[in-house]
C-alpha cells in the first residue's frame, strides 16, 4: 500500500523553526523526485520545494530561499524540510508529493501536516 506521511508541524513562534518529514512506503521511494507545497484554505496550493531521485537537484520558490532548506534519506524512504524564520506567512497546511515519470506516471500525496506559525 502506498503512503506517504507527513510529520513535524506545529505552532512556532516568529522567527523559529520546524522541521518537517515525510515518511514513504509501498514504493520504490529512491527513484521519484520529492516536492513540498503548501496551502492556506481558499487559496490556490503553492510550491515550495523539490528534490531529485539522487538529491542532486534543490530548488525552492523564491519566498523560501535562504530560509527552507530540503534534503533526503533514500535508505529512510525519507524526505525533511528544515524551516528556519518562519513568518506568519508562513502559516499552511504543508503537503509532500513523490512524482515518478517514465513509461508510466506515479504521483503520490500524502495528507499534509498544518504549520502555525503565531505569537
Known amino acids: 500500500q502506498v503512503q506517504l506521511v507527513e510529520s513535524g508541524g506545529g505552532l512556532v513562534q516568529p522567527g523559529g523553526s520546524l522541521t518537517l518529514s515525510c515518511s514513504a512506503s509501498?514504493?520504490?521511494?529512491?527513484?521519484?523526485?520529492v516536492h513540498w507545497y503548501r496551502q492556506v484554505p481558499g487559496e490556490e496550493r503553492e510550491w515550495v520545494a523539490s528534490?531529485?531521485?539522487?538529491?542532486?537537484?534543490?530548488t525552492y520558490a523564491e519566498f523560501v530561499k535562504g530560509r527552507f532548506t530540503i534534503s533526503r534519506d533514500n535508505a529512510k524512504n525519507t524526505v525533511h524540510l528544515l524551516m528556519r524564520s518562519l513568518q506568519p506567512e508562513d502559516t499552511a497546511v504543508y503537503l509532500c508529493?513523490?512524482?515518478?515519470?517514465?513509461?508510466?506516471?506515479?504521483?503520490?500525496w500524502g495528507q499534509g501536516t498544518q504549520v502555525t506559525v503565531s505569537s
Open positions: 509501498g514504493f520504490l521511494f529512491s527513484l521519484f523526485a
Open positions: 508529493n513523490a512524482f515518478y515519470s517514465g513509461r508510466q506516471l506515479y504521483d503520490y
Open positions: 528534490i531529485s531521485s539522487n538529491s542532486e537537484s534543490r
